[in-house]
């Protein structure tokens, strides 16, 4: 149980463009998400924390209008990188919280990543 | 402000033991949680303590001091395939992971 998937789990797209990545709880509604980016050996930085139903609460630092994040239910949450650049290549995580799931209520499942390229 | 710290790289053998350790600063506690990262992958659970004392699953362990602001992840029987990053991370009071840099852990033959 407590699965959580990503996808695309790689993208490369062009400088300008928009990317859309999507991160479902597969086995539990998660009424919280969790949107992290990892540069290469670096530990993870939250970027935003996304609430199913209202807007997501940003970490100083990460634009807001440029990384659009809807959480419309209670099993996917989106991030969308606007008008990406090279300097947002990077591995893009998300997880979710389980209430019900066994063990800490606390517990983050993560998804497998995505890893956006933009030239 | 909130600081985790843990060794930025550590080696050792296959078949041995190792303990990584994190210490912490942060504004309230509910709660720290090791997890496991392979590189190109996303973390994956470990351990979570909220407690004092040690918590064991398996080959590993994880320990927690709060007076002490201390805890340690302890693998034994080491295999190749534990070669990873292991991060440590602390539950503030508004219930946010505050994550450490991580650990590498290169195992040798």
């Known amino acids: 149980g407590a699965v959580v998937s990503q996808h695309p789990s790689w993208v490369i797209c062009k400088s300008g463009t928009s990317v859309k990545i999507e991160c479902r709880s597969l086995?539990?509604?998660?009424?919280?998400m969790f949107w992290y980016r990892q540069f290469p050996k670096q530990s993870l930085m939250l970027m935003a924390t996304s609430n199913e139903g209202s807007k997501a609460t940003y970490e100083q630092g990460v634009e807001k209008d440029k990384f659009l994040i809807n959480h419309a239910s209670l099993t996917l949450s989106t991030l969308t990188v606007t008008s990406a650049h090279p300097e947002d290549s990077s591995f893009y995580i998300c997880?979710?919280?389980?209430?019900?799931?066994?063990?800490?209520?606390?517990?983050?499942?993560f998804g497998p990543g995505t890893r956006l390229t933009v030239t | 402000g909130q600081n985790i710290d843990q060794p930025t790289e550590m080696t050792a053998t296959e078949g041995a033991i190792v303990q990584i350790n994190c210490t912490y600063q942060?504004?309230?506690?509910?709660?720290l949680f090791w997890y496991q990262q392979h590189a190109g992958e996303a973390p994956t659970f470990l351990s979570y303590?909220?407690l004092d004392g040690l918590e064991e699953k398996g080959r590993f362990s994880s320990f927690l001091s709060r007076s002490k602001g201390y805890s340690y992840l302890l693998l034994k029987e080491l295999q190749m395939k534990d070669s990873a990053s292991y991060l440590c991370a602390v539950m503030d009071s508004n219930y946010q992971l505050i994550w450490g840099a991580g650990t590498k852990l290169i195992i040798k033959p």
């Open positions: 303590n909220v």
């Open positions: 997880s979710a919280r389980c209430h019900e799931c066994q063990g800490s209520s606390y517990e983050q499942y």
């Open positions: 942060t504004s309230g506690f509910n709660g």
């Open positions: 086995d539990f509604q998660a009424t919280t």
